[in-house]
């Protein structure tokens, strides 16, 4: 449901991702196929395959070292893969870099919130944008309608190390979102929020998806927030795919009980 404060932001900055804008594209995903990474001796990701639409909410979860943030690294280019492909709409960007990647629709949040601590928080946003070759006035234009549509007008000034802990993580997806990804990757957005916090995330997570069009995949603990925010999940243990399904389909995994709930019991 797209309230008026969205449609009017929405009506004057779409982004939502269009049959038309992939013309030739085969598909419309953000897909790790067979992908394993490791570190020395250690197996972080192996032999995982991994796909997700636009307009779709994902959920990836497991106990932790599951490999859940090794493989967002890997699909939006902070990690090369040691065997695998990345795709991105029918597209084979194995080995792209993170840049070229933003550029072409992945934005992703961090497990610990990355701000420039001595910018203010729409310099953070506008920083971020101009590394990518928008116009300073378009990226200030653009950080101010991401920063209304987030509720964080009233941050814009605030510096970045001033910001509460629930507003600082709302900056971080504020951040990603100016890119107007295609595909966003969220690593923990409601790690350390209370119970209230994370539900409001949870309503504006999928408010980006109705509002952008955008795939989520969302990588989180709360099973709460996991169960109503995501259509589809897909179960990580020690690096390797564990089960997938919708979640009630992996919430009644024999496999997925025994490793997963019992690890994190
Ligand atoms: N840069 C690195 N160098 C060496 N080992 C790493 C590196 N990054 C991750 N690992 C290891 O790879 C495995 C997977 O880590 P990863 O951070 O992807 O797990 P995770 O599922 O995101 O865990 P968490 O829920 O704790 O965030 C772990 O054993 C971790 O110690
Ligand atoms: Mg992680």
């Known amino acids: 449901m797209v309230n008026s404060a969205h449609s009017e932001h929405m009506h004057r900055k779409p982004c939502i991702w269009t049959e038309a804008d992939l013309k030739g594209c085969s598909d419309m995903e953000l897909e790790a196929s067979g992908v394993t990474v490791r570190f020395g001796g250690i197996r972080a990701v192996e032999n995982v395959s991994l796909r997700f639409g636009i307009h779709e909410i994902v959920g990836l979860i497991g106990p932790n070292g599951a490999g859940k943030t090794t493989l967002v690294n890997a699909l939006s280019g902070f990690q090369k893969p040691r ?66 549509y987030l509720h964080l007008s009233n941050r814009a000034d605030t ?49 980006i998806r109705d509002d952008f069009g955008c795939g989520i995949l969302v990588i989180e603990h709360n099973m709460a927030l996991v169960m109503k925010l995501c259509e589809r999940l897909h179960v990580l243990a020690t690096g390797m795919t564990l089960a997938t399904g919708t979640p009630t389909e992996v919430m009644a995994d024999p496999a997925f009980k025994d490793a997963y709930l019992g690890a994190e019991t």
């Open 159 to 207: 510096l970045a190390s001033g910001l509460n802990y629930g507003d600082e993580r709302r900056v971080g997806i504020a951040r990603a979102l100016a890119m107007e990804p295609k595909f966003l990757l969220l690593d923990e957005p409601a790690a350390g929020l209370n119970i209230g916090e994370a539900e409001e995330l949870g309503q504006t997570i999928a408010s």
């Open 83 to 148: 065997s695998g492909r990345i795709c991105l709409a029918g597209k084979d960007v194995t080995g792209w870099r993170s840049d070229a990647l933003a550029r072409h629709g992945v934005a992703r949040t961090f497990q610990a919130v990355r701000l420039f601590r001595g910018l203010t928080v729409a310099e953070n946003i506008e920083t971020a944008l101009l590394s990518t070759g928008l116009a300073r006035s378009a990226a200030r234009a653009r950080a101010r309608d991401i920063l209304g």
